[in-house]
């Protein structure tokens, strides 16, 4: 009886309820019970994939829509390193002939899907050693599940955002420096003449925010217990505000 109790609970835990398209609604709807069907299946490719689309999706029309040689000199400008006028003429010139180049303008776009599989199992083993340190019993493959989809619906939501603004307004008038969507508060000040400012209020971002609400959800549904979410939602905050402070001291240190 004792076996068929312990079978039963075994397959409760990683048998889903949910299939991919009730997760995806029930991440913007019900995160706590999509996080708790997460636990049970710890599975992610789904969201990745389609994560992937709209991240090509809206590199292409940046590619497409924006002028190479506005948005090299957009990015120069706000760049911590401070460049002679000949030099940033001499990089925008090498920076627009790459553009040109069918092979890096099109084939560019593709390293970044490996890039956001490497950038997560980074964030999720941050997530998994404070999380660990704070008595949850985690394993990698549950913290980069959470990871993945507790950042990923957001990160969705502003490329679709990105797409739309892009062929609604003038493409060269997006100061794609601050983002294409700009859900923060770093366009209140000029980050060239005040960086380190600049890069605290670029940092409180709508998104953001939403991600750490969603992460906290996340990891308190993984944690067997030992988290609450506003526990979780501590430890994730912290991470967050390291990340914050070294945009800050990097900043600093090249103004």
């Known amino acids: 009886m004792e076996d068929n109790s312990k079978t039963s609970e075994v397959l409760s835990e990683e048998t ?13 709807f019900e995160p706590g019970k999509t996080f708790a069907d997460i636990n049970r299946k710890p599975s992610w490719l789904g969201i990745f994939l389609l994560m992937s689309v709209f991240t090509l999706a809206l590199a292409y029309v ?11 000199r957009k990015a120069l400008e706000a760049s911590p390193f401070q460049l002679s006028e000949e030099q940033k003429e001499q990089a925008i010139q090498q920076g627009v002939a790459r ?3 069918p092979l890096y303008k099109y084939g560019t776009p593709l390293v970044a899907p490996v890039f956001v599989l490497i950038l997560y199992a980074i964030i999720a083993g941050l997530f998994l050693l404070i999380f660990v340190l704070m008595g949850a019993p985690l394993t990698f493959k549950k913290s980069y599940a959470v990871t993945m989809w507790g950042l990923a619906p ?3 939501i502003q490329q679709i955002l990105g797409i739309v603004l892009l062929f609604i307004k003038d493409p060269n008038t997006v100061d794609i420096t601050q983002g294409v969507v700009m859900s923060h508060l770093g366009g209140l000040v000029d980050s060239k003449a005040q960086p380190v400012l600049g890069s605290l209020l ?8 939403w991600s750490i609400v969603l992460l906290a959800i996340g990891f308190a549904a993984i944690s067997a217990k030992k988290l609450t979410t506003k526990k979780a939602a ?6 967050w505000a390291l990340y914050v402070l070294g945009k800050m001291g990097f900043r600093a240190f090249f103004s």
């Open 202 to 209: 670029s940092s409180i971002d709508l998104f953001s925010f």
């Open 154 to 156: 957001p990160g969705i």
């Open 16 to 28: 889903p309820q949910l299939s991919f398209t009730q997760r995806l609604t029930g991440i913007f």
């Open 234 to 239: 501590v430890g994730i905050v912290i991470i």
């Open 62 to 72: 940046s590619a497409a829509r924006v002028d190479p040689e506005v948005a090299i």
């Open 99 to 101: 553009q040109r180049n």
